[in-house]
């Protein structure tokens, strides 16, 4: 039995580490793009159509979820496909999105990610660990609540600056999703803020980013799933960044569920997150 009384204690990043490891043999097995795009016929609890390779990379997660609760380790599970999962008690909560950029694994390309984030409440300001990996940078990130971030062993700088150009406006922006239309939606407001913008497809990397300072910040352009941001934006915080869901009345209100449920911004200051707070619409 584990030896405390919460699952919080359990060793999450073990388990997350064991779980990458298993997650890249379900990629090495699928290497072409056909392989990867086969779908199960049914669509997950967040909406979306299911890949055979997200069912797969799913129970890759659960398996490492369920030794953890043979353990002793006692909560709840999240998942994007399967909706809730139960091991055993609801006082802890784990996130799981096992490949945040679907499309990005399907079509292999640069960024794709398994985020696992364990709260001990309802909403994001309760998660206390997060992990995103990125299978196509090979990066680690985690961050442990009023702790750290780290990445890839090495502790992140939370005094980093953001970079501006000599207009002022920010050298290089993250935006989430790049579907054409929201795009077109907010491209005043991203042209006044941006001198660059990235989209990776997926929101768990593009948080990554802004948690090193390689992106000075991030949008998205239509409303989040809890399942997407709930790593992320704890890595970020703990990095030195600031975290902002615009449709909660507290910032860090935004669910732990997969609907998409509120604009998300990031930035490296709380003076960047307030003007980027403007794009979204």
């Known amino acids: 039995m584990a030896p405390t009384g919460t699952a919080l204690d359990a060793d999450w990043l073990a388990a997350c580490r064991r779980a990458v490891t298993a997650l890249q043999e379900v990629l090495d097995a699928a290497p072409s793009t056909a392989e990867r795009a086969v779908e199960t016929g049914t669509r997950g609890s967040g909406g979306d159509r299911t890949l ?13 979820l369920q030794a953890l609760h043979e353990q002793g380790h006692a909560f709840s599970a999240l998942s994007e496909e399967r909706g809730e999962v139960d091991f055993g008690s609801d006082a802890v909560r784990v996130i799981i999105d096992p490949i945040d950029g679907s499309l990005n694994a399907k079509r292999h390309a640069c960024h794709y990610a398994l985020s696992v984030a364990v709260a001990g409440g ?17 990066e680690e990130w985690w961050a442990q609540r009023g702790e750290g971030a780290w990445l890839d062993g090495e502790r992140l700088d939370p005094t980093l600056p953001e970079r501006r150009t000599r207009d002022g406006r920010l050298e290089l922006l993250g935006i989430e999703s790049a579907d054409p239309r929201w795009v077109q939606r907010s491209i005043g407001p991203l042209a006044d803020a941006a001198h660059r913008l990235r989209a990776l497809g997926t929101i768990a990397a593009t948080l990554c980013q802004v948690a090193a300072a390689r992106f000075d910040g991030m949008v998205t352009l239509r409303r989040c799933r809890g399942v997407d ?18 449709d909660c009345p507290d910032p860090l209100g935004a ?27």
């Open 52 to 64: 055979v390779l997200d069912d797969s990379a799913e129970s890759v997660v659960l398996r490492e």
């Open 229 to 246: 941001a709930a790593a992320g934006q704890l890595i970020v915080r703990e990095a030195g960044g600031v975290v902002g869901f615009l």
């Open 122 to 138: 309802a909403t994001m300001a309760d998660v206390e660990f997060g992990f995103v990996y990125d299978f196509g940078a090979r």
């Open 255 to 281: 669910p732990l569920d997969a609907t998409p449920s509120s604009y998300l911004v990031a930035a490296r200051s709380a003076d960047t997150l307030r003007h980027l707070e403007g794009i979204p619409s």
